[in-house]
């Protein structure tokens, strides 16, 4: 019986050992605690007689805890730490990271690039957590202090990260208002160098260098650059549109105004570039716009001489011109033209810094006598009359109403027919008295000569017509060079 008895006690003890050792963590093991900690031989037999207490302590439930204690008493504080750091668990880090990492980067468009150093960050702070966590395992009030500025000092972190991103969203957001319609495929890059700009200004100093290398990168990417050509384009498609002064030029005359507009905004978005600043636009100076309307001006007279040439070929060829002489006339018209812009622009540019400049040599009214003398040489009367007779039309329809309007005034009796019989001779005098000052412009006499030869035939026929009208007139009564009523 009592052989029976010692086997019972042996084999539970036996059990009771095992069960022991099935409770020891491996960071608990003798041979790992001095692997972790490099233990000198004094620690070791301090660590052998603190783990025999440990395993031997199971029913209190404070084995744990005292170990600790021990540990403390027997390691300084870079083995304490490795012991520490043994206990940590890399899946609770990994996960704690993972779950703010991944809740930022979908909510917030930060660059790709940037990505990694928050989570490194991230990784940084809780793995900070978890070491906390178990360096003060069993000092609750120490743990939750330690624990409680890590997480704010993350809070902080994470908020400062939130605020830098949006600022460099609302950059785009102002630019979208602006412009809705710029494609959205690059936004990327104008948000991120927006974002590193941000942390230039207001990001730790470590960061600086990693900003700045972005930046540059940024500054020579085909992305950012293709979204800043847009927004030149679209800037100056918006400013012609709100402008009035643009609303009744061609769409030749606007895309002349268009370019100088372009050239305008993308020096200041480059030179913003350059100098590491805000691409955003606020507006466009008036003065640019001025520059613009003076360009598209200059250009709609291009547009409106070529046209006027192209006019004037197409009906000196129907009158039956020559080429010789078409070649001549557009010579001598662009020599006009080229005399009165330099006239004009002198005097443009006449102040007291120019005042003993050389003037231009011939005025005006010499310009176009000159011109009118060349004409006379290229065109004979009836061609001149064929070819620029419309422009003097209006003039002397105005003039040929006013004197008939006189006329009829003074003979009632004249009826409809009668009335268009008059009006037929007096309009006729008067555009022939158009033709005749302008073709005669640059030889005064023979000009007066014709003119007095239009008037003798005018009265004669002014005076046969009314006769015919059963009217008498006087022939002892004259003409003066504005009338002629009797």
């Given at each position: ?129 978890e070491f906390t966590v178990q360096k003060y395992k069993y000092d609750k009030e120490s743990r939750e ?87 030149i384009d679209c800037r100056a498609e918006l400013y012609l549109s709100y402008d009035t002064r643009f ?28 100098n590491t600043k805000d691409l955003y636009l606020n507006g466009i100076e008036y003065k640019t716009g ?197």
């Amino acid at each position: 019986m009592k052989k029976r008895s010692m086997i019972v006690v042996f084999l539970f003890t036996v059990v009771w050992n095992t069960k022991a050792q099935q409770q020891i963590k491996p960071s608990y093991n003798f041979e790992t605690l001095v692997s972790l900690t490099s233990a000198t031989q004094k620690q070791q037999k301090q660590l052998k007689t603190a783990l025999k207490e440990r395993n031997q302590d199971t029913t209190s439930g404070n084995e744990d805890k005292y170990f600790y204690k021990h540990l403390e008493s027997i390691f300084n504080k870079e083995q304490q730490n490795a012991f520490y750091k043994a206990q940590m668990s890399e899946a609770v880090i990994q996960k704690k990271m993972h779950f703010r990492y991944d809740k930022l980067i979908d909510t917030y468009p930060f660059p790709k690039e940037y990505a990694k150093l928050i989570e490194e960050t991230l990784y940084d702070f809780n793995y900070k957590k978890e070491f906390t966590v178990q360096k003060y395992k069993y000092d609750k009030e120490s743990r939750e202090l330690a624990y409680q500025s890590i997480d704010a000092a993350q809070k902080k972190w994470v908020s400062n990260q939130i605020q830098l991103i949006k600022t460099a969203k609302y950059s785009w957001k102002k630019t979208i208002l602006k412009c809705p319609e710029l494609p959205d495929v690059n936004r990327t890059a104008y948000i991120s160098y927006h974002f590193y700009l941000q942390l230039l200004k207001k990001g730790a100093p470590i960061q600086h260098a990693f900003a700045n290398t972005r930046i540059t990168e940024l500054k020579s990417s085909k992305d950012l650059q293709s979204i800043i050509n847009s927004i030149i384009d679209c800037r100056a498609e918006l400013y012609l549109s709100y402008d009035t002064r643009f609303e009744n030029l061609d769409s030749i005359s606007k895309n002349e105004a268009k370019k100088v507009i372009v050239l305008e905004v993308s020096n200041k978005l480059n030179n913003k570039l350059e100098n590491t600043k805000d691409l955003y636009l606020n507006g466009i100076e008036y003065k640019t716009g001025s520059k613009a309307i003076a360009a598209a001006k200059k250009q709609q007279e291009k547009s409106n001489k070529t046209k006027e040439l192209e006019i004037l070929n197409s009906k000196a060829v129907k009158i039956g011109l020559t080429q010789a002489q078409i070649d001549k006339l557009v010579l001598s018209l662009e020599r006009k033209d080229a005399a009165i812009a330099a006239l004009k622009n002198h005097k443009k540019n006449s102040d007291l810094s120019t005042l003993f400049e050389t003037t231009p040599s011939k005025t005006k009214s010499e310009i176009l006598k000159e011109f009118s003398k060349e004409l006379t040489e290229i065109l004979s009367k009836k061609e001149f009359a064929a070819l620029f007779g419309d422009g003097f039309r209006p003039i002397a329809k105005k003039k040929a109403s006013k004197e008939f309007q006189e006329i009829t005034t003074k003979y009632k009796q004249l009826d409809q027919d009668q009335k268009q019989e008059l009006y037929k001779i007096i309009i006729l005098y008067y555009f022939n008295i158009e033709i005749t000052n302008a073709y005669y412009k640059s030889k005064s006499t023979l000009r007066k000569q014709k003119l007095s030869v239009l008037r003798y035939r005018f009265e004669k026929e002014y005076i046969t017509l009314m006769e015919s009208f059963d009217i008498k007139i006087k022939t002892s009564q004259k003409t003066d060079n504005r009338t002629f009523q009797w």
